[in-house]
């Protein structure tokens, strides 16, 4: 004997082995058609049957269920609850075959739109609207499918379906899963075991692995697009009053930054003053003057928290037309926030208060490090053939750069650091700087080595590191709550930003607060209003500030800035390193390169800032020089196969200077 039950929703049929109990009672042992023995109740039995035998009853019975109407097995059914055996009288007549009983019994369990289950064998007819509802879905979604099957069939073809083109982005950064084009787009990639992004190249629909990884950045930081409101400029009225009633500085004020500044923050001057000392004017522009807390511009610059650099491009926090009035561009006068301090005329920091003034600046020169960095040094500053432009002023002022470079060596030495030196680096360590020049159709990239410590980078770095050292000071010292720099101890916090003063022990410095880069970092912009709160209004400062102690605000900020700052930092890394796997590409593979060993078979390549993992290098020394060659590169992946050809006996190679946080133009 066999019987039909339901397991799992589906129609089943064993053989039975032996048999106990009577009536509502009594159950089975069965062999299933898998093989295995089950205990069946009789409340779960459909259907007792002698012939034929179960595998041939299922087999046929699934392939009869096939050809039942349903339409019409529903116009048959009764309104109310009914058993399958009784329609099947109606459906197939008097003279109804085990085979066409279990066959109906699949049909009306596999029909969910048109009958419910009611229970054991039980089922009723769905109402006349649920049914007409449940086949429009199913005719929806068999249209739906279709259309999935087509647009993957062209996709896996190398066709971009132009209906899904304007959700490329979507599809690679954000998709909607359960979306008809995401499931298209999945499944091809699913078929030939293509990363997405090559896919989309493939099919024209992407132009590049540049495309792919700086859209993955714009979606995550810039949602809404890199651009600002064509209505987001300033007022003339907001202007007039930003600049009302400023004093003009009696100062020849001038710049150093690269060509590519466009966002010029900071300027210096000096003065001759009596006793034949110098007045040094570090002058700051001051966004903050006309920007407001909670205004639309602070809305914009709080949301992008700093200008994000990459190589061949930058989105800058504030709109162009904004910078345009207060970047510190030759010829203007600009209002600016200005520290001034007193030096010998041999470049020693004199034992005078420093003054800070809210004024206008007149900027008579940007001098640019590109045309002048390799001609400044020391003879050439001692040359007075050398016509250099503010020559004197730049003897001064390195000599005042290396007199406050070795008082932060003395407190490094004393926080049990190393001591650097000021200057070029050896020219046999391993370069840390670069400037990229990409070519306006992208197509070649050229990699420049920068060393740092020239005397005109240091003379930057060091008046810049005392102006932030002199203000994170004052507003410490005056209770005024600030974005402070600090770096203490080790770990992954070690540097960090934080609302309470604190020491920089990399910088040698008690105190120091990020102020000379207002237009590029939201940091410095909110240290700004302070700044200009304490100037204006001394010890009450702290009644009028922006942002008052123990603020709950400018905490939420300083982690917001510090998690923005770092994921920019690490796309400038990632775009670096595409522009280094291209400068590769250029050279022509396999390539025959130097690297050297940093740690656990990590390596850099000599010429380009470019780490790769060279496993046979794990056992080397630090700094061990060998010969590998670059044999294939992946753009998309970010990554390049290498192999060691030789290690060579590496001379004196020196390391790499350990990494100042310094607040320059155009190396922040």
């Known amino acids: 004997m ?3 039950y339901e397991e799992g929703g589906d129609i089943r049929a064993a053989t039975v082995l032996s ?11 069965v062999s299933a058609l898998s093989g295995k023995h089950l205990k069946i109740k009789a409340k779960e039995v459909w259907l007792e049957f002698e012939k034929p035998d179960a595998q041939t009853l299922i087999s046929n019975a699934n392939q009869l269920a096939q050809t039942i109407d349903l339409q019409l097995l529903w116009d048959c059914a009764p309104d109310e609850e009914f058993l399958f055996s009784t329609i099947a009288k109606e459906y197939f007549g008097d003279a109804v075959s085990t085979e066409q009983l279990v066959a109906l019994a699949i049909a009306l369990q596999g029909a969910p739109v048109y009958f419910r289950r009611k229970g054991r064998g039980k089922f009723m007819r769905a109402p006349l609207e649920q049914l007409q509802a449940g086949l429009a879905a199913i005719e929806r979604k068999r249209k739906e499918l279709e259309q999935q099957a087509l647009w993957q069939s062209d996709l896996v073809a190398g066709q971009m379906p132009e209906v899904l083109r304007p959700q490329v982005n979507t599809l690679l950064f954000s998709p909607d899963k359960n979306s008809l084009a995401y499931k298209a787009f999945s499944g091809a990639c699913e078929q ?16 590049s692995p540049l495309t792919y990884h700086h859209g993955q950045f714009l979606r995550q930081h810039f949602p809404g697009g890199v651009g600002f409101s064509a209505d987001f400029s300033i007022a003339p009225d907001a202007w007039k009053t930003c600049i009302e009633g400023l004093p003009t500085a009696q100062v020849r004020a001038f710049s150093i930054d690269d060509s590519s500044t466009t966002e010029i923050d900071d300027a210096l001057s000096l003065t001759p003053i009596e006793h034949g000392h110098y007045r040094l004017g570090i002058h700051i522009a001051a966004p903050g003057l006309l920007i407001q807390k909670d ?23 504030l709109p162009e037309s904004f910078i345009h009035y207060f970047s510190l561009d030759q010829g203007k006068v600009c209002p600016a926030v200005s520290l001034y301090v007193e030096i010998s005329a041999q470049g020693e920091l004199l034992d005078q208060l420093p003054e800070t003034k809210i004024e206008l600046v007149p900027i008579e020169t940007n001098l640019r490090l590109d ?57 046999n360590a391993l370069v840390r700087d670069f400037n990229f020049h990409i070519s306006a159709d992208q197509s070649v990239v050229e990699i420049e080595p920068r060393l740092r410590g020239s005397i005109l980078d240091s003379i930057v770095a060091e008046c810049m590191i005392l102006c932030n050292r002199i203000w994170g000071q004052q507003l410490a010292e005056h209770g005024l709550p600030a974005l402070f720099r600090t770096q203490k101890g080790w770990g992954p916090q070690r540097t960090r930003m934080q609302t309470t003063p604190g020491p920089h022990e990399g910088l040698g410095l008690d105190f120091y607060a990020w102020c000379t880069s207002p237009l590029r970092r939201y940091s410095d912009l909110l240290n700004q209003w302070q700044l200009i709160a304490l100037v204006r209004n001394g010890v009450t400062a702290k009644m009028v500030a922006p942002f008052s102690p123990k603020d709950a605000t400018l905490m939420g900020i300083a982690a917001d800035f510090e998690n923005v700052y770092q994921h920019y930092g690490e796309h400038q890394d990632r775009i670096e ?90 190396s922040e």
């Open 371 to 427: 045309d002048l960095e390799e001609s400044v040094n020391e003879e050439s500053l001692m040359d007075p053939a050398a016509g250099l432009p503010y020559q004197k002023e730049l003897s001064i002022l390195w000599n005042l750069a290396k007199f406050l470079h070795s008082k932060r060596q003395e407190q490094r030495e004393k926080n049990g650091l190393r001591v650097e030196q000021l200057g070029i680096s050896d020219p």
């Open 577 to 666: 390193k595409y522009w280094c796997l291209r400068w590769l590409s250029q050279q022509g593979l396999p390539k025959l390169i130097h690297a050297r060993h940093l740690k656990e078979g990590m390596s850099r390549l000599e010429p380009i800032p470019l780490h790769l993992p060279i496993p046979e290098l794990a056992n080397q020394a630090r700094m061990a020089r060998a010969k590998i060659e670059v044999m294939d590169i992946d753009l998309l992946q970010l990554t390049a196969a290498a192999r060691l050809v030789e290690i060579e006996s590496p001379p004196d190679l020196g390391e790499p200077a350990a990494s100042n946080e310094i607040a320059m133009g155009s």
């Open 19 to 29: 048999s106990s109990g009577s009536g509502d009672t009594q159950s089975w042992q």
């Open 2 to 4: 066999h019987l039909l």
């Open 192 to 207: 030939t075991g293509e990363h997405p992004a090559r896919l989309m190249m493939r099919c024209g629909a992407l132009d």
């Open 295 to 317: 205004d639309p511009f602070d809305q914009v610059a709080r949301q992008r928290m700093s200008t994000a650099y990459f190589p061949g491009n930058k989105i800058t926090m």
